[in-house]
């Protein structure tokens, strides 16, 4: 069974930093691309990042491109989301989401991924 947990959330001034990490279960997790999404108040769920399978594509939203990155460590099963220059339009839950299919390139649309972690909370203060 394919688990996903969150962590590195939390409060952090505008302009801060903040790494997210997700632990993947399964000795399969290689074989898939992933992508971070969040949802903010009023808002429906966004595309924030995707990582290929083999980390070597990577997608960025565009309000948070030069200033995200994403990247995993396939050894470890882990997926991050290091966030630098954060602005308070940033405050969401951020979830992390596993591709259906596997040797993907990653997608912006959520109904791509078939498994999603509970998510963590980022605040970000101005």
């Known amino acids: 069974q394919v688990q996903l947990v969150e962590s590195g959330g939390g409060l952090v001034q505008a302009g801060g930093s903040l790494r997210l990490s997700c632990a993947a279960s399964g000795r399969t997790f290689s074989r898939y691309a992933v992508g971070w999404f969040r949802r903010a108040p009023g808002k429906e769920r966004e595309f924030v990042a995707s990582?290929?399978?083999?980390?070597?594509?990577?997608d960025y939203a565009d309000s948070v491109i030069g200033r995200f990155t994403i990247f995993r460590d396939n050894g470890k099963n882990m997926v991050y989301l290091q966030m630098n220059r954060l602005k308070p339009e940033d405050t969401a839950v951020y979830f992390c989401a596993r591709e259906e299919s596997s040797s993907g390139l990653g997608s912006r649309r959520s109904a791509a991924y078939g498994y999603w972690g509970q998510g963590t909370q980022v605040t970000v203060s101005s």
């Open positions: 990582i290929s399978s083999n980390g070597g594509s990577r």
